[in-house]
Structure formats: structure tokens, C-alpha cells
């Protein structure tokens, strides 16, 4: 099992089944995020300081964001429904500490480099749920 900082005793986390807790929880009930993400959303930090302390999810949410990162980066990673991640970028989104633009596919400039372990971790993770 993957060692996950919001949950060090490995028990919100089951390889079997998931996550053990509602996605909601995470969000504190929202589901439908203040501003417009999609999957290929480029997010990255700001470096500001926050003014008011946040949540576990939403700071392990904001270290993804050191460097560029998309909306199904940060999904992949944290093991989390992509709707929750954009209901936590949005909080970021608001208080300054991320900022977005989307992936242009057209203009010429450095590509990101795919994540390969997190590609075949998606890979795998679909495979056993065909």
C-alpha cells in the first residue's frame, strides 16, 4: 500500500475496496467546485503564504502544486475523485495559493513529462476494475 501523509496508519486506504471514507468528507460536503477546472488543467503554486491554516487534504493537495500539474495528476495521486480535487483547488484557487491555465495542446514549448509510475498505476488500477 502506497503510503499516503493524510493517512500514516494505513487505515483510510484499503488495496481491496478504496478509500474507507466518502469522498464528500474530504470537501466538507461540496461537490460542485467555486471556479471551472477540467482534467487538463494546469495548477501550480504560487508560493504565497496562506493567511488561514487548511486542511490535511489541502495541503497535500498544494505540495503537488510546487511544480506544474494537472487536475488528473493531482486525482492520480492523492487516490481521490477528480470532483474533490477541483472542490480543493478551488479553495486554494480562491485564498491565491494556486494559480490555472489550461493545457494547450497547439503552441510549441516544453511538454511535461508524463508521470510513467502514475501512468501505469492508472493502467493497472482500470484494468482491475474491467
Do not use: Q, W
Amino acid at each position: 500500500m502506497p503510503d499516503d501523509p493524510d493517512d500514516p496508519d494505513g487505515r483510510l486506504l484499503d488495496d481491496a475496496v478504496g478509500r474507507l471514507v466518502r469522498p464528500y468528507t474530504f470537501s466538507d460536503g461540496r461537490t460542485t467546485p467555486a471556479c471551472d477546472f477540467d482534467l487538463m488543467t494546469m495548477v501550480v503554486a504560487t508560493g504565497n503564504e496562506l493567511r488561514r491554516n487548511v486542511g490535511l487534504d489541502h495541503a497535500h493537495v498544494l505540495e503537488l502544486c510546487r511544480t506544474p500539474v494537472t487536475v488528473a495528476e493531482i486525482a492520480g495521486h492523492t487516490r481521490m475523485p477528480a470532483t474533490v480535487i477541483k472542490v480543493l483547488l478551488s479553495d486554494l484557487l480562491e485564498r491565491g495559493a494556486v494559480v490555472t491555465r489550461p493545457f494547450d495542446f497547439g503552441k510549441p514549448g516544453p511538454v511535461p513529462v508524463p508521470d510513467l509510475d502514475l501512468l501505469e498505476a492508472l493502467r493497472d488500477g482500470l484494468l482491475k476494475r474491467l
